[in-house]
């Protein structure tokens, strides 16, 4: 079981950590671009292995592909963050350019790879890797809703001041503070509805946290946060590649399903070691499917900017 990590900064280390001291491949490898760099994050991660008690081989790369051939699952994490002044066009402009050419190297030397998305604008970025590559639709995942819903239950395992792992919730649509929808309605402690638990007022705060938190954290560390970000990688490379069939809610490639068709957007999905192997079509209320629709709109928007890169 290899997987590769494309972008040894803070998401891409923190991932490559966590798959190797659960053990969930016998190799990784670490790519970037700067000169040293993931070599550098790879050899201080290996010498963990007797501390922590795993043989996990993990290797970095200056750029050279042909240290990644034959990987199971490749995951793009190399992009660079929105400075100042800089309008988003011009960003999505720069990480599209960068993600399409790391996954069209990546399927050089290991076509039959999964591929998991992380660098954002993550949605758009998914649909982009989807139509440059021609993937099918399977082996093309957004990760984002798997870190906005862990992020959800701690919030809602503060707000009950309960065990955050009794805690079950999801959180759908784009990844974005203003497009995610976390699915109060149906979040639970222990199968019992949080709402038997917690008023309409402490479940919208809640909510109103979990679609900052990305952004909540960027204030306090002055750029994204990694640790939950890497670890949810993990978890998702993991239902891939022990096949697990977790629930994980996903960005992926939508034909009709949630009334919403040509665009990369979170919805729940079974994930094993197709990748994709199921999208779960849940039933909405009024107001969630009201809310997806106009999520959807805004990933569309962000889509739109993609011409110039896909032409
Ligand atoms: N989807 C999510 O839930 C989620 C969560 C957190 C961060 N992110 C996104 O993940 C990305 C990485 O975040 P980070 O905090 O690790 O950033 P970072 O700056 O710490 O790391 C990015 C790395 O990518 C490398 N890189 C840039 N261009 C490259 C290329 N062409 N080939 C190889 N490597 C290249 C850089 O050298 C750098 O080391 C960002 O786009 C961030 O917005 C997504």
């Known amino acids: 079981m290899k997987v590769t990590i494309v972008g040894a900064g803070n998401v891409g280390a923190t991932c490559a950590d966590a798959i190797a001291y659960r053990r969930i491949a016998s190799e990784i490898v670490l790519l970037d671009i700067r000169e040293g760099f993931a070599e550098g994050k790879a050899l201080d991660i290996m010498q963990t292995q007797t501390t922590l ?17 034959g990987s199971d699952v490749v995951v793009i994490t190399s992009g660079i963050p929105r400075k100042p002044g800089m309008t988003r066009e011009e960003l999505i402009g720069i990480n599209a350019g960068i993600v399409k050419s790391v996954a069209e190297s990546l399927l050089q030397h290991s076509p039959n790879a999964i591929v998991v998305v992380v660098s954002n604008p993550m949605d758009t970025m998914t649909y982009l890797t989807l139509k440059a590559t021609g993937l099918p639709k399977n082996r093309v995942i957004g990760m984002g809703g798997a870190l906005d819903s862990s992020r959800f239950k701690t919030y809602l395992s503060q707000a009950l001041d309960k065990p955050a792992n009794d805690i079950h919730g999801m959180v759908i649509g784009g990844h974005g503070d203003t497009t995610m929808i976390p699915l109060t309605r149906l979040a639970a402690y222990n199968g019992v509805p949080v709402s038997e638990f917690l008023s309409a007022e402490k479940l919208d705060k809640v909510a109103a946290d979990t679609m900052v938190g990305g952004a909540t954290l960027t204030a306090l560390l002055g750029t994204s946060a990694w640790y939950a970000p890497g670890a949810s990688v993990a978890y998702l490379v993991d239902s891939i590649l022990n096949d697990q069939k977790k629930m994980i809610p996903c960005s992926v490639f939508l034909e009709g399903e949630y009334g919403q068709s040509d665009i990369c957007i979170g919805v729940p999905c079974i994930i094993g070691k197709n990748g994709i192997e199921k999208i779960v079509d849940i039933d909405l209320n009024a107001d969630e499917k009201a809310k997806f629709a106009k999520s959807a709109d805004a990933v569309r928007a962000m889509n739109a900017d993609l011409k110039s890169v896909l032409a």
């Open 53 to 69: 008690g795993f043989n996990t081989k993990v290797s970095g790369s200056t750029n050279d592909y042909s240290k990644t051939a």
